[in-house]
Every structure is written in structure tokens, then in C-alpha cells.
DNA sequence: CAAGAGATCATCT
DNA sequence: GATGATCTCTTGA
């Protein structure tokens, strides 16, 4: 049994070296491709959970029609509209949550959606969530790994470059980065179809389609 | 394995 | 009142 203490000592080393708000600065773009191979990890009294980031997706502006911000600032939007680095958490068909790096400058509305990750540390934590077994059904999928880490609508604006969800500065290079056009947003007119999802080639944790 | 439907409600019109 | 940055289960080949 992993002790209190050991799990204290590796959320501390984590701690210590979590990406800083300078990296949510960057273009969204260019931060969801950065992303990918690096550790999410949530802090939680039930224990620490990681993962290796996977699969993102970019949601760029306010013309980007895909994205919640196209509409303007609103209650719900108003994280995305804020200071880079911090948590943009919705709920997606009243029953799944969704986790996003607010990303640029403030007044800009720019997000990167985090959609599947490779469970690290915690998993048992994350069986028992997901009422899953399998190591690649945990969190292959931005609702799933919600509900394996434990990421609902407390967490919306968060600031993750705090303790309890952040960014791992620690990278797996990953073999090949993958772009194509972002899921489930045929809505989207001319947007529709930029190449703004970013996943590790050949991994099978990345999300179905 | 693919396709389709149902779940279920916050959010905005 | 409509819709959705999804997931799971069922059906059928």
C-alpha cells in the first residue's frame, strides 16, 4: 500500500515543477500541440491522480464559431474571457463535464480542450469512478477522464498553476502528432473544418469517433 | 464492428 | 423551447 507519506512526497516533487501561467500565454494552437505527452494531475483528498495528455483540441477567438466564446461573454464563458491558465469546466448534455486551459491574453477567448489521457498514477482511484477495468477505457475521451479524475463544475476556474489540478512540466515526446478537424462541431460553418485537434498517432488511448 | 437511440439538464434565445 | 466541444448500451450483420 502506497503511504500517505510517498504519495505526499511525489505530489510535492510534482508540485514543484508544474507548468507556469507563461505557458498558457502562448497560442492556443501551439499550446494544445505542447500539450500533448505532458502530465495532468489532480490533487484530491482521496488521493493524487495522473495522466499522460493524449488528445487536445484548440478553440481559438471569439470568430471561432466552434467555440462556446463566438457568442460573446456570458455566464458561462466569462473563465474563457479571463487571464490564461486557468480551468474553463462545463457540464456537456447534463451529464458529462468537460476540462479546458484557458489559454492567451486576457479578453481573448481561447481555450484548449484536454479530450483523453493515458492513466498514470491512481488508477485503482479511477476504476472506482469509472466502474471500469481497463486501463484505456478510463479516460480515452473528455467526459471519461472528467469522471476518472474526479473534474466537475467546482472546478470551473480554477487556477492551474495552484495545487489542486495542474500541469505537470514533464514531457513524453510523443512519435507523431496527429492533426485533424475538431469533433462534434458540424455546426460550426467554415470553422468546422480547421485542423485543430492534436492527438499522439498510433496511441490507443485516444478518444473514438 | 457499425449505426442508432436514449440519457438528461445547463445554458442561451 | 432548442441545443449540445458526450457516453453507453442495444441491435443487427
Not at 8 to 30: G, I, N, S
Not at 156 to 171: A, Q, Y
Request: with cysteine; glycine share 10%.
Amino acid at each position: 500500500m502506497l503511504s500517505r507519506l510517498m504519495q505526499a512526497a511525489k505530489f510535492k516533487k510534482a508540485a514543484t515543477v508544474k507548468l507556469a501561467r507563461d505557458f498558457y500565454e502562448q497560442r492556443t494552437v501551439q499550446a494544445a500541440q505542447r500539450l500533448l505527452g505532458k502530465y495532468l494531475v489532480r490533487a484530491h483528498p482521496d488521493g493524487i491522480k495522473t495522466g499522460i495528455i493524449l488528445e487536445t483540441e484548440a478553440y481559438v477567438g471569439p470568430e471561432d464559431q466552434a467555440s462556446h466564446a463566438s457568442r460573446g461573454r456570458t455566464p458561462r464563458t466569462t473563465v474563457m474571457f479571463g487571464p490564461a491558465g486557468f480551468a474553463y469546466v462545463y457540464v456537456i448534455y447534463g451529464l458529462h463535464h468537460c476540462l479546458n486551459a484557458v489559454t492567451e491574453l486576457e479578453g481573448y477567448p481561447a481555450a484548449v480542450l484536454i479530450r483523453a489521457v493515458e492513466p498514470c498514477e491512481g488508477l485503482d482511484l479511477m476504476r472506482a469512478r469509472r466502474r471500469k477495468q481497463e486501463i484505456v477505457s478510463l479516460a480515452s475521451g473528455p467526459g471519461r477522464l472528467c469522471q476518472a479524475f474526479g473534474i466537475e463544475r467546482s472546478l470551473n476556474g480554477v487556477d492551474l498553476c495552484g495545487d489542486t489540478l495542474f500541469v505537470e512540466d514533464r514531457h513524453v515526446s510523443p512519435a507523431a502528432i496527429v492533426a485533424t478537424p475538431r469533433t462534434g462541431v458540424d455546426y460550426a460553418g467554415p470553422w468546422k473544418d480547421m485542423p485543430w485537434r492534436f492527438y499522439i498517432g498510433g496511441h490507443p488511448g485516444v478518444s473514438k469517433r
